[in-house]
């Protein structure tokens, strides 16, 4: 970590291999950026646990997780007008939480300027959809610089916060999946850190900064017009747009991000290579660029992840210039599907130009990886709560999941949360479930840093109007699924020890009067209060308290007395009922061939939540030597 936080404030030139969550970080502190907000979410954290190495003493800008995307945008853009340099990241649907706030800012004078990095999810590899957030970029007039590698990350970073300081305007960095966690040498210019002037400079005079009525509102869209072309007239000369010529004036291909860097790789040992415009300005799309490129070919394909969106705008350029080339693009609904590898596009390729390419030769002895099923951790205090409460629930009530480790409880063996939507949603989606429902009773889930994020407008609309459903807060202490972050009743933020704001005070200043609590481990207890709480005629709670087990057995092994626990299967008692495997379902418990139960030693942490639940009493904690 020292290693990495020195690299970060190295003031002389140097390379370095490192990811693209990481070169971006670097690209913030040499473009002098001094205000940096987030609200975690893959693909997007590593971003977070890099500046994390920087002691915050040392550190050349201010960082906070905020409490949702919309919070830490608008913390980003008040810092930016008031005259600093401002960057918010967070994932793909983090947009839609912040695009309230977001589809305005294109609108104002942004002094300080402001960077916008969106970490998309093409594959869905840690989102519940795979939204093309150019289409945001479109609605809100905001250019967009797409980088396809880690080198790449670094200098569109500093060249989008130069844009966005000239020009007053936002400027997204849209980063994908594989481009935030691959691995490339790059190549880092000279720093030589800046006494900063921290001087408020915001000036009611650079505005106006209230969007409403026509007489304010036209003339500042008509501003967030011009500037968006004032970008497209700069990308027509930038080198962030490139031609790769192959001398090919049949074929052409125009791609961008990780399709293009798929395309070489595809392209590399094939003696017949399409020209390719490689696009990393892709809104707006530099026009006579374009152009000038389908006006030079026969045949131009696109290559583009997700949705046809530049697609669609080559082919308004060639039918507006009147230009006579045949273009290809998504043609499949699988086109649309999935991320754009390199065995993704040869197929693309392929479907248009099948003699472009050689055959593809599949290795007979590659191995085949079986799928590996998403599971809660061993000790999870989430599935002793679900093993618990799926015994207080009736085969017809209606259970409603949320975002976060816990959504996995729908999976076998606990098969619990039938809805799912975005953060926040499950108690408002069980608030309507429960209309006109005298006979199915409706339980929500929440994760803890959930409550916070957005979960609060619905609790607050289930009480106000009196919606008899039952909400379980999930509470480990921490925001896990994305890798441990504090949230407001952590007892600390990213930079200190802070005031943590208890769940249940909140509950209780919000007028709720019927709210349990229990720790998970204690199963016959939480059976108990989930089915008190059922019957109560109104809105109830019950907080599900456990602390994360890998975050906190992580914490113990720093630890000089820290001594590892196991349980073991005692097989004099052990009558092979597989409780433990068939509705505990701790993946600690392996069953043999002959049918036995075994442990994976590996696995074990010894948190003994799993004892309770053998009736046989099998399970045991292991007796050391």
Same mark, same amino acid.
């Given at each position: 970590?020292?290693?990495?936080?020195?690299?970060?404030?190295?003031?002389?030139?140097?390379?370095?291999?490192?990811?693209?969550?990481?070169?971006?970080?670097?690209?913030?502190?040499?473009?002098?950026?001094?205000?940096?907000?987030?609200?975690?979410?893959?693909?997007?954290?590593?971003?977070?646990?890099?500046?994390?190495?920087?002691?915050?003493?040392?550190?050349?800008?201010?960082?906070?997780?905020?409490?949702?995307?919309?919070?830490?945008?608008?913390?980003?853009?008040?810092?930016?007008?008031?005259?600093?340099?401002?960057?918010?990241?967070?994932?793909?649907?983090?947009?839609?939480?912040?695009?309230?706030?977001?589809?305005?800012?294109?609108?104002?004078?942004?002094?300080?300027?402001?960077?916008?990095?969106?970490?998309?999810?093409?594959?869905?590899?840690?989102?519940?959809?795979?939204?093309?957030?150019?289409?945001?970029?479109?609605?809100?007039?905001?250019?967009?610089?797409?980088?396809?590698?880690?080198?790449?990350?670094?200098?569109?970073?500093?060249? $989008?916060?130069? #844009?966005?300081?000239? =020009? +007053?305007?936002? /400027?997204?960095?849209? *980063?994908?999946?594989? &481009?935030?966690?691959?691995?490339?040498?790059?190549?880092?210019?000279?720093?030589?850190?800046?006494?900063?002037?921290?001087?408020?400079?915001?000036?009611?005079?650079?505005?106006?900064?209230?969007?409403?009525?026509?007489?304010?509102?036209?003339?500042?869209?008509?501003?967030?017009?011009?500037?968006?072309?004032?970008?497209?007239?700069?990308?027509?000369?930038?080198?962030?747009?490139?031609?790769?010529?192959?001398?090919?004036?049949?074929?052409?291909?125009?791609?961008?991000?990780?399709?293009?860097?798929?395309?070489?790789?595809?392209?590399?040992?094939?003696?017949?290579?399409?020209?390719?415009?490689?696009?990393?300005?892709?809104?707006?799309?530099?026009?006579?660029?374009? $152009?000038?490129? #389908?006006?030079?070919? =026969? +045949?131009?394909? /696109?290559?583009?992840? *997700?949705?046809?969106? &530049?697609?669609?705008?080559?082919?308004?350029?060639?039918?507006?210039?009147?230009?006579?080339?045949?273009?290809?693009?998504?043609?499949?609904?699988?086109?649309?599907?999935?991320?754009?590898?390199?065995?993704?596009?040869?197929?693309?390729?392929?479907?248009?130009?099948?003699?472009?390419?050689?055959?593809?030769?599949?290795?007979?002895?590659?191995?085949?990886?079986?799928?590996?099923?998403?599971?809660?951790?061993?000790?999870?205090?989430?599935?002793?709560?679900?093993?618990?409460?799926?015994?207080?629930?009736?085969?017809?009530?209606?259970?409603?999941?949320?975002?976060?480790?816990?959504?996995?409880?729908?999976?076998?063996?606990?098969?619990?949360?039938?809805?799912?939507?975005?953060?926040?949603?499950?108690?408002?989606?069980?608030?309507?479930?429960?209309?006109?429902?005298?006979?199915?009773?409706?339980?929500?889930?929440?994760?803890?840093?959930?409550?916070?994020?957005?979960?609060?407008?619905?609790?607050?609309?289930?009480?106000?109007?009196?919606?008899?459903?039952?909400?379980?807060?999930?509470?480990?202490?921490?925001?896990?699924?994305?890798?441990?972050?504090?949230?407001?009743?952590?007892?600390?933020?990213?930079?200190?020890?802070?005031?943590?704001?208890?769940?249940?005070?909140?509950?209780?200043?919000?007028?709720?009067?019927?709210?349990?609590?229990?720790?998970?481990?204690?199963?016959?207890?939480?059976?108990?209060?989930?089915?008190?709480?059922?019957?109560?005629?109104?809105?109830?709670?019950?907080?599900?308290?456990?602390?994360?087990?890998?975050?906190?057995?992580?914490?113990?092994?720093?630890?000089?007395?820290?001594?590892?626990?196991?349980?073991?299967?005692?097989?004099?008692?052990?009558?092979?009922?597989?409780?433990?495997?068939?509705?505990?379902?701790?993946?600690?418990?392996?069953?043999?061939?002959?049918?036995?139960?075994?442990?994976?030693?590996?696995?074990?942490?010894?948190?003994?939540?799993?004892?309770?639940?053998?009736?046989?009493?099998?399970?045991?904690?292991?007796?050391?030597?």
């Amino acid at each position: 970590m020292k290693y990495l936080a020195d690299m970060l404030l190295r003031q002389e030139a140097f390379s370095e291999i490192v990811m693209g969550n990481t070169a971006v970080v670097r690209a913030m502190i040499e473009a002098g950026t001094r205000v940096v907000s987030s609200y975690p979410g893959s693909p997007t954290p590593e971003i977070a646990v890099a500046i994390k190495t920087i002691p915050r003493e040392k550190r050349p800008f201010y960082f906070e997780f905020s409490t949702n995307e919309k919070v830490a945008t608008e913390v980003a853009y008040g810092a930016a007008v008031n005259g600093h340099l401002s960057t918010v990241f967070f994932k793909s649907v983090g947009l839609n939480v912040a695009s309230d706030t977001f589809v305005q800012l294109s609108y104002m004078n942004i002094t300080g300027g402001m960077v916008i990095v969106i970490g998309d999810d093409p594959g869905a590899n840690s989102s519940q959809n795979e939204q093309d957030n150019r289409h945001y970029a479109h609605m809100s007039y905001t250019p967009v610089l797409e980088p396809a590698s880690p080198a790449e990350v670094y200098i569109y970073y500093k060249e $989008a916060a130069r #844009l966005s300081r000239d =020009k +007053q305007m936002p /400027v997204i960095l849209r *980063l994908t999946t594989h &481009v935030c966690h691959a691995k490339e040498k790059v190549h880092f210019s000279e720093w030589i850190e800046q006494t900063a002037d921290d001087t408020p400079l915001f000036d009611v005079a650079n505005g106006p900064y209230i969007p409403i009525a026509a007489s304010l509102v036209f003339p500042m869209k008509r501003k967030a017009l011009s500037r968006l072309e004032e970008v497209r007239k700069w990308s027509e000369t930038s080198s962030v747009n490139r031609v790769i010529d192959n001398k090919n004036s049949q074929m052409g291909i125009i791609s961008m991000g990780l399709p293009f860097m798929s395309l070489m790789d595809v392209f590399e040992k094939t003696d017949q290579k399409p020209d390719i415009l490689k696009l990393g300005v892709v809104h707006p799309v530099a026009r006579k660029r374009v $152009a000038d490129f #389908l006006k030079n070919h =026969k +045949q131009i394909m /696109v290559v583009e992840e *997700l949705d046809n969106v &530049v697609e669609k705008e080559i082919k308004c350029i060639a039918f507006e210039e009147n230009i006579n080339v045949k273009i290809f693009g998504k043609t499949e609904s699988e086109d649309w599907i999935g991320e754009y590898t390199p065995d993704k596009v040869y197929e693309v390729i392929c479907k248009t130009w099948p003699d472009l390419l050689p055959n593809k030769k599949l290795e007979e002895s590659m191995p085949q990886v079986p799928l590996r099923q998403a599971q809660m951790c061993p000790g999870c205090g989430h599935r002793s709560a679900f093993y618990a409460i799926k015994k207080a629930l009736a085969a017809t009530d209606i259970t409603v999941a949320d975002i976060g480790c816990h959504t996995l409880g729908f999976l076998p063996p606990y098969q619990t949360g039938q809805l799912l939507m975005c953060m926040g949603a499950s108690t408002s989606m069980g608030a309507g479930l429960s209309l006109f429902n005298t006979s199915r009773k409706v339980v929500a889930f929440m994760g803890d840093s959930t409550f916070f994020h957005a979960g609060l407008p619905g609790i607050i609309n289930a009480v106000f109007n009196s919606h008899p459903i039952t909400l379980i807060v999930m509470e480990n202490g921490t925001t896990a699924m994305t890798g441990h972050q504090d949230h407001a009743a952590s007892g600390r933020n990213f930079n200190e020890i802070t005031e943590a704001i208890p769940i249940r005070q909140v509950l209780e200043g919000f007028g709720v009067k019927h709210i349990f609590e229990t720790d998970t481990y204690k199963q016959s207890m939480l059976i108990s209060m989930v089915k008190e709480a059922m019957q109560i005629d109104g809105f109830s709670v019950v907080i599900a308290k456990h602390p994360c087990m890998l975050k906190f057995t992580r914490e113990q092994r720093r630890k000089k007395s820290y001594v590892q626990q196991q349980v073991q299967i005692n097989s004099d008692k052990c009558q092979n009922v597989y409780e433990c495997i068939e509705r505990f379902g701790c993946p600690t418990f392996t069953k043999k061939s002959d049918g036995r139960i075994s442990i994976n030693k590996d696995l074990c942490i010894g948190d003994g939540s799993c004892i309770q639940t053998c009736p046989r009493s099998a399970v045991e904690p292991l007796k050391k030597a």
